[in-house]
């Protein structure tokens, strides 16, 4: 049983949602003349702005449908952009600086508490992530526990403002004093934590195991997003599963909102093997006042690739973008199970442009696999199955009981025994239909942004 040393991930929850390409996807040359450095350029708010609204109407996948506003209203290109995109199908498109977006995909940096938390079935507050080498890792928090209270405050009782104040900003981060009860003992315990700088690894675990119910080893992937360190945390785990035979993969994409689509194509490949590799994934579709032509990306040869027949992912409406581009991208070639919910349905690709210290990160095509379809609405989940974070990750070497695991591993060995569905247990309504509260809450127990 392994698991990788992982950091927890700080950054614009637009970001998280977002799958950017750092693959050459040129966009169009009037939007690149647009783009100037900053030694040149002018970099005021208004010169901002106003790069901002061009490249809007110009490359933009919804160009034509671009609201008019008057920019001299805006203060920042951040706030402008949120008010031109085309609503309801972006909620992505966004603007940050160079700085935060290299942290984020490139040098793979994060500032946070280092959790993320989610209401289980009785609606009890547990977290869902926990990354283990962030502040809440390392004092000793795991998937499964639940949230006490916060600084003496309950932590039914807290409200967005109090989580503000309480954890300062990046600048001047406060110390907290949380506590928790324990997942597996109930015990109550105490951990005091303040944001830090670290290094954001993708893989939170990994491990191959058997049962006496299928002839054959199962390997399993936690898999939290697409950067570009995933390439290497990748490489390990393949090479793992190559060397202990896995025939069957469960890959767990639960709250994977995205990244970078060349470590999609990596993922892809890597599952496929050989008798994928040169066949098209996916093809790229401008918007139609474009003067380019459709991105075609293709499967690649990868050294420990699987070469499998059948993949089976676990979803929930938080798995979007490169997530679902893996989905969609198998499924003309191999047998895709998706066990769990709908996905959340983003079939669009951004592409950096950057003016002065800003990177500007809109929606510029929409992506198909080889039989033509898009993701646009959701991936529909081959079986029900719902997240019910009351346990951690890891499961033994051999599993004889799938009720003694998680809930969404059990159902997903469940099918691999039988070949149908588990019937899922139901969520409490407030979990499934209550809207004014966010079931899943990242970066410390902050609220969701629009774009997850």
């Not at 006490?148 to 990046?170: I, K, R």
């Not at 990596?266 to 139609?288: K, M, Q, V």
Request: glycine share 6%; proline share 4%; charged share 20%.
């Amino acid at each position: 049983m392994r698991s990788l040393t992982t950091l927890a991930v700080s950054a614009s929850l637009a970001i998280l949602a977002g799958c950017s390409s750092d693959d050459p996807m040129p966009v169009d040359s009037s939007a690149q003349q647009n783009t100037t450095s900053s030694e040149t350029s002018d970099c005021s708010i208004e010169a901002l702005n106003s790069w901002v609204d061009f490249n809007m109407r110009d490359y933009y996948y919804f160009a034509d449908q671009t609201p008019v506003v008057n920019l001299a209203d805006y203060d920042s290109p951040e706030k402008l952009i949120r008010d031109l995109r085309v609503l309801p199908n972006d909620k992505f498109s966004y603007v940050t600086t160079i700085e935060a977006n290299n942290n984020l995909f490139v040098a793979g940096v994060a500032s946070d508490l280092g959790f993320t938390w989610k209401r289980d079935n009785e609606g009890k507050p547990r977290l869902a992530e926990v990354y283990p080498d962030s502040p809440f890792g390392r004092a000793g928090a795991t998937r499964g526990d639940i949230l006490v209270s916060l600084n003496g405050t309950p932590w039914n009782d807290t409200t967005n403002e109090f989580l503000v104040q309480a954890y300062g900003s990046e600048d001047d981060p406060k110390l907290t004093t949380w506590v928790l009860q324990d997942a597996i003992n109930n015990d109550q315990k105490t951990l005091s934590v303040k944001s830090t700088e670290y290094r954001t690894d993708t893989v939170l675990h990994y491990q191959t195991f058997s049962t006496p119910q299928f002839d054959g080893n199962i390997g399993y992937l936690v898999f939290a997003r697409f950067i570009n360190n995933s390439e290497d945390e990748l490489k390990t785990v393949f090479a793992d599963f190559k060397t202990n035979n896995v025939e069957e993969l469960i890959l767990d994409l639960r709250y994977n909102g995205g990244g970078r689509t060349h470590i999609a194509r990596f993922l892809a490949s890597l599952i496929s093997g050989p008798d994928t590799s040169e066949s098209l994934l996916i093809e790229y579709r401008r918007n139609s006042q474009s003067t380019l032509g459709s991105i075609l990306r293709y499967f690649t040869t990868e050294t420990n690739a699987l070469n499998l027949k059948r993949v089976i992912i676990l979803t929930t409406n938080e798995t979007a973008s490169s997530s679902e581009i893996v989905i969609n991208s198998l499924k003309p070639y191999i047998d895709v199970v998706t066990i769990g919910t709908r996905t959340t349905g983003k079939p669009y690709i951004s592409q950096s442009v950057e003016k002065c210290d800003r990177s500007m990160n809109a929606l510029f095509a929409e992506g198909f696999n080889a039989n033509g379809v898009s993701v646009l609405g959701g991936i529909a989940a081959t079986c029900e199955a719902f997240d019910n974070p009351v346990q951690d990750y890891p499961v033994n070497d051999i599993v004889d009981n799938t009720d003694e695991v998680d809930s969404m591993v059990g159902s997903a060995i469940d099918y691999l025994h039988t070949g149908t569905c588990r019937v899922p247990e139901p969520l409490v309504a407030s979990l499934r239909l209550n809207l004014s509260e966010p079931t899943m809450n990242r970066v410390g127990g902050q609220p969701l942004g629009d774009g997850l």
